[in-house]
């Protein structure tokens, strides 16, 4: 008779584990892959190029010391360079595909509750702009400068693009967003 040896019972264990690990793994990738397929609205997908919502043109107009975005997973960043201080001015665009139930809940809170450093009880109701679409201000402070954000939705997808300034031209600043946001609106495609 022999006796196993101790060795065998981890081995057994670390090959459970490692097939457990991959069945979890390929049971939420399916589930993802799922959900990602039965959402509703206009966009069954992201945006192939965050980056390219906005034009060349018009960011140079904005920011003409910038030099290309840097896009990530869900936005793209136009800034001048480091250089020009803290009070550089920048374009940011953040995207987010939700389905349309939580895109217009989305949309009531970033218009209510807001988030922390922009004013409260300013946003202005912008027409033509997606299926909805309102402006609000995060005013200069030390250390910030002023910036302009158009947050608008359009069926499914919720799109905030933000035109800091190197200086506090309100105006100015209210402009460039809303250029911004009408060209994303514009060249966002399903």
Not at 62 to 68: K, Q
Not at 134 to 158: D, E, H, Y
Not at 164 to 169: H, I, T, V
């Amino acid at each position: 008779m022999t006796i196993p040896s101790s060795s065998a019972a981890p081995s057994r264990l670390a090959f459970a584990s490692v097939v457990a690990l991959i069945v979890v793994t390929l049971a939420a990738f399916w589930a993802w892959r799922w959900w990602d397929g039965e959402q509703e609205g206009e966009f069954a997908a992201d945006p192939r190029a965050y980056c390219g919502l906005v034009t060349p043109e018009t960011i140079h107009r904005l920011v003409p010391e910038a030099y290309g975005g840097r896009e990530d997973t869900a936005s793209c960043t136009w800034a001048a360079p480091r250089e020009k201080g803290k009070y550089r001015a920048n374009v940011h665009l953040l995207a987010s595909r939700l389905d349309v139930e939580l895109a217009e809940e989305d949309m009531r809170e970033q218009r209510t509750d807001g988030e922390p450093g922009w004013e409260k009880g300013t946003p202005e109701d912008l027409i033509g702009l997606g299926d909805e679409a309102f402006l609000r201000f995060r005013p200069p402070v030390p250390g910030k400068n002023i910036t302009a954000q158009v947050v608008f939705r359009r069926s499914n997808m919720v799109i905030s693009v933000a035109y800091a300034r190197g200086d506090d031209d309100r105006q100015a600043a209210r402009a460039g967003a809303i250029d911004a946001a009408r060209e994303a609106a514009s060249l966002l495609r399903p």
